[in-house]
């Protein structure tokens, strides 16, 4: 490890202990003075050390005389306190399981004044010196999404930890719906503010992406009803504070539905790039989707679980169920653009992780150029030629923007798609028996490949297009009653966007390469998640032995 140089090295008093404390740029760390008697597992004898990555510190403060008051009440603590009367106070992140992050606390004691106040002062230096951090937020919450515990949800968990983290907010508590996508468009003054919070579920993050990427456009003259815009990336991040009955977003970029947890990465300023796919019907814009575009199954069961709201997330079950047994097909053409062939395949296991090196191959050609867009859709690269049509009968036609994993399919729909690579994975699930389909949809619960079916193919794809096949006989209107040959129990479906009904059902979709930002950093490999927990590993302190600059 390379060594850095040492910005404080002090012997402080933690708990009941002596400790050595360094601080550099990137680690505050510390270790008992005296060795432990407690052998450590292995054939080591060090002592137990901890450390803590700059970038992970919420919050740096001295410890208020109250709280070492109810902290040391026993004989000991009370000579402690007469020895080192000054402490500081260290608010961390710590991992525990399953991605989620908890906000841990270290009180160092000092025996002077000046001493505990430099650590203060230094440390709050180097706080400040992480620029990718939000100062102040715009925080919208929907106090009916979910259980309808939005709002005591951010006043208990979320509100004092960005207190803690400094960070000023404004909090607009929704009065109806689309009451946040209208006040983005609109009203709202962004350039106060390093980001948008929206407390809810995937509706309301969906109200926060289509107020802001409108607002951007706008912004820059960008006509958003031109299927071939150039759109342009929102420079405000997103954070998705969870509490709704669906919050698949949340999950796929962070790994966990945990406020206490999506609050730390806005916190610690990360930023997570996210494709988004742009829905047109002819030249007018629909509507965006950064998660799934579902036709047929999606769509149906969707559209069925719309009539029974009453019945809360249940709903869901129901209608899959009911979509399951009416067994429906749609006849259409699906035609699309193959993805570049550096950006891998739905089916080559590489998942889409923290600091994903698909993505990053994107941004980083998007840096180089100027633009991925331009450099994709150079004239000729994307001409007549390079796309690809099929005629089918299809039960589904899905479009995955991300895995689409949750809680419930932990793999997802398509477990290999990536959040930011600039494609989605198109997934076309040809007429079939119900009992293939049936064993087609088991396998997004269990190990096997629900790709590989006689009737799936999955293809990854920058740009796609759906005529359905009467859609060029009849008009919308004229199919108020469903055709009875056909056999289909609705006469066209329609198109589920994240969670929201399409209106038309011949569309365009485009994606638009890394659009937004999200305060988050993707899951996090479990080696990663682990890494930063208190170790027994004596060499952070070594590498931390002070240098002359
Ligand atoms: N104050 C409000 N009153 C009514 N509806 C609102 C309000 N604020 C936001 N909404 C709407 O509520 C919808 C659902 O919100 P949200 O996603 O937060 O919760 P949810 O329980 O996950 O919803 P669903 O499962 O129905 O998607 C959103 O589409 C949003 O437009």
Not at 30 to 58: A, F, L, M, N
Not at 253 to 274: E, F, K, R
Not at 489 to 512: H, K, N, R, Y
Not at 529 to 542: H, K, N, R
Request: net charge negative; aromatic share 8%.
């Amino acid at each position: 490890m390379e060594k850095q140089v040492t910005l404080l090295s002090s012997q402080l008093f933690q708990k009941h202990r002596q400790v050595e404390v360094v601080l550099n740029r990137s680690v505050l760390a510390w270790k008992p003075v005296e060795k432990s008697r407690k052998p450590c597992s292995g054939t080591c004898d060090s002592v137990q050390s901890y450390s803590v990555e700059v970038c992970e510190i919420v919050a740096v403060r001295k410890t208020e005389d109250d709280d070492q008051d109810a902290a040391q009440t026993g004989k000991h603590q009370k000579k402690t306190k007469q020895l080192y009367p000054y402490a500081f106070t260290v608010s961390y992140v710590r991992r525990t399981r399953q991605h989620q992050w908890r906000c841990s606390e270290v009180t160092f004691h000092c025996a002077n004044q000046a001493l505990c106040e430099e650590w203060v002062q230094v440390t709050n230096e180097q706080l400040s010196l992480l620029t990718n951090r939000p100062k102040s937020l715009l925080v919208y919450i929907n106090p009916f999404g979910g259980k309808r515990h939005g709002k005591r949800i951010y006043e208990q968990k979320v509100a004092p930890m960005f207190r803690l983290a400094g960070i000023a907010t404004t909090v607009i508590v929704t009065e109806r719906a689309n009451h946040a996508e209208d006040h983005l468009k609109t009203e709202a003054n962004l350039d106060k503010y390093d980001g948008v919070v929206c407390v809810g579920g995937d509706g309301m993050f969906s109200e926060v992406l289509h107020g802001l990427v409108a607002r951007t456009q706008n912004d820059h003259g960008v006509d958003q009803n031109q299927p071939d815009a150039e759109l342009v990336p929102c420079s405000l991040r997103i954070g998705i504070i969870p509490a709704g009955s669906t919050d698949c977003i949340c999950f796929a970029t962070v790994g966990t539905n945990d406020p206490v947890t999506s609050a730390l990465h806005i916190i610690v300023g990360d930023s997570q790039p996210m494709d988004v796919c742009s829905v047109h019907h002819n030249d007018v814009f629909l509507r965006y989707s950064v998660s799934l575009l579902g036709y047929g199954f999606y769509g149906d069961v969707l559209s069925d679980s719309e009539r029974n709201r009453w019945l809360g997330p249940a709903r869901y079950d129901l209608a899959g169920v009911k979509t399951f047994l009416s067994h429906n097909y749609y006849e259409g053409t699906v035609s699309f653009l193959p993805a570049e062939d550096d950006v891998g395949n739905p089916r080559d296991k590489l998942q889409c992780r923290s600091g994903c090196s698909i993505c990053q191959h994107n941004r980083s050609s998007k840096d180089e150029h100027g633009d991925v867009s331009e450099e994709k859709e150079k004239p000729g690269k994307d001409d007549s030629s390079d796309w690809n049509e099929i005629h089918g009968k299809f039960i589904a036609i899905n479009a995955a923007n991300m895995s689409c994993a949750c809680p419930r399919s932990p793999k997802g729909l398509s477990p290999f798609a990536h959040l930011a690579d600039g494609n989605a994975d198109l997934i076309l699930v040809r007429n079939c028996s119900r009992l293939d389909f049936f064993k087609h949809l088991l396998r997004h619960t269990n190990k096997d490949d629900q790709f590989d079916h006689p009737f799936v193919e999955v293809h990854r794809v920058r740009k796609f297009r759906f005529e359905p096949e009467c859609h060029k006989l009849v008009s919308l209107e004229d199919l108020s009653e469903p055709p009875t040959k056909t056999g289909y129990s609705t006469p066209l479906g329609s198109w589920s966007c994240d969670g929201e009904i399409l209106p038309e059902v011949a569309i365009q979709v485009s994606v638009q390469c890394q659009l937004i930002r999200l305060f988050a950093r993707g899951i996090e490999e479990q080696q990663q998640q682990q890494q930063q927990c208190v170790s027994d590993d004596p060499c952070t302190l070594c590498a931390l032995e002070p240098t002359t600059d």
